[in-house]
């Protein structure tokens, strides 16, 4: 177990809606990131947010948004989805010590028919 | 541009030989290089992972190779397992104007050993 906790696990939904994805990160980390993972394909990265802020941005939609609220827990919100959207969305934290290690959680399942 | 490159994306070795993976990087401001294992249906793991101020690390069967030079770094898994199977990501941050770094993975190799 992570620390990192995702929900929901799985997210069945129809083009043209909109669904948000939640993600607490580990207790005391202040970075959040989301990644995509598509079918055959590596992990994307979307965003990341520090304290708050945003910090970077990777290749995400402009139909993609995302905020860390102040008790760091971030939401990833997908709308007017399409078939393409189907992918496991994973967030991950990591700790305030430079480490580097990235703490993922177990991902959301999203697919849209 | 930002770019991890990562091969074989496939690899398939019998149960106690060794394994390698090779990523190459394009941002020389890289300076950490983790390599991550994924089993199905979870989540990456960190496994191992080194910094620029260092051409190799191991712990236990597995180690990682760094080349600053060529820009490219390297996992090796020696006497494989079947518990070894997994999808293995490299990674390397990357550094824009204005940017704390971001960590870009590679494609994956899915590694299956067989027994």
């Known amino acids: 177990d992570s620390g990192v906790t995702q929900t929901p696990k799985h997210l069945i939904t129809a083009t043209g809606q909109r669904v948000t994805l939640r993600c607490s990160p580990r207790?005391?980390?202040?970075?959040v990131y989301w990644y995509q993972q598509s079918l055959d394909q590596g992990l994307q990265f979307l965003i990341q947010y520090y304290n708050g802020e945003e910090r970077a941005k990777g290749n995400i939609l402009e139909r993609f948004s995302a905020q860390q609220f102040p008790d760091l827990h971030s939401e990833l919100n997908l709308s007017s989805l399409e078939l393409g959207d189907s992918a496991l969305y994973f967030c991950?934290?990591?700790?305030?010590?430079?480490?580097?290690?990235?703490?993922f959680g177990e991902g959301s399942r999203l697919t849209v028919l | 541009g930002e770019n991890v490159e990562q091969h074989p994306s496939t690899l398939s070795v019998q149960e106690g030989d060794s394994a390698v993976i090779k990523c190459t990087y394009s941002?020389?401001?890289?300076?950490?290089f983790p390599w991550y294992k994924q089993e199905l249906g979870k989540g990456p793991q960190l496994i191992i992972d080194i910094r620029s101020n260092v051409g190799e690390k191991k712990d236990q069967r597995i180690a990682v190779t760094l080349n600053k030079t060529a820009k490219h770094f390297s996992l090796h898994i020696t006497e494989t397992q079947p518990e070894d199977s997994a999808v293995y990501f490299c990674a390397a941050p990357t550094y824009g104007s204005g940017n704390t770094g971001k960590l870009i993975f590679g494609q994956g190799t899915t590694l299956q050993v067989k027994p």
């Open positions: 941002d020389s401001a890289s300076n950490y």
């Open positions: 991950a934290s990591k700790p305030t010590t430079n480490t580097g290690e990235l703490f």
């Open positions: 207790s005391g980390d202040l970075s």
